[in-house]
Nanobody
Framework: QVQLVESGGGLVQSGGSLRLSCAAS????????MAWYRQAPGNTREWVARISFDGSTKYADSVKGRFVISSDNAKNTMYLQMNSLKPEDTAVYYC??????????WGQGTQVTVSS
């Protein structure tokens, strides 16, 4: 059973940066396309960025040019560098397989709050 633990969230001012981490245990996630998702209050969970087993990346239009997804396969850890944060980036951020229909059990996520 794969377990995912997100960390690195916090409170930051608009324009600031945060780096999220996703530690996976129970499987080598290099085998999968992995992604970061987020869910804001009252909204459905949405995909933000994904990284394939070959290292290729894709981003949602809302974060393109501001967020960077990466992974350290030796550490079985994935990252999301978030720059130029906006209040609308406020959400709980989760990592998991992509697409969500084949997701592992969801972790607790990490809260990101961007103040204006």
């Amino acid at each position: 059973q794969v377990q995912l633990v997100e960390s690195g969230g916090g409170l930051v001012q608009s324009g600031g940066s945060l780096r999220l981490s996703c530690a996976a245990s129970g499987s080598n996630f290099r085998m999968y396309t992995m992604a970061w998702y987020r869910q804001a209050p009252g909204n459905t969970r949405e995909w933000v960025a994904r990284i394939s087993f070959d290292g290729s990346t894709k981003y949602a239009d809302s974060v393109k040019g501001r967020f960077v997804i990466s992974s350290d396969n030796a550490k079985n850890t994935m990252y999301l560098q978030m720059n130029s944060l906006k209040p609308e980036d406020t959400a709980v951020y989760y990592c998991n397989r992509y697409p969500a229909i084949v997701a592992f059990s969801w972790g607790q996520g990490t809260q990101v709050t961007v103040s204006s």
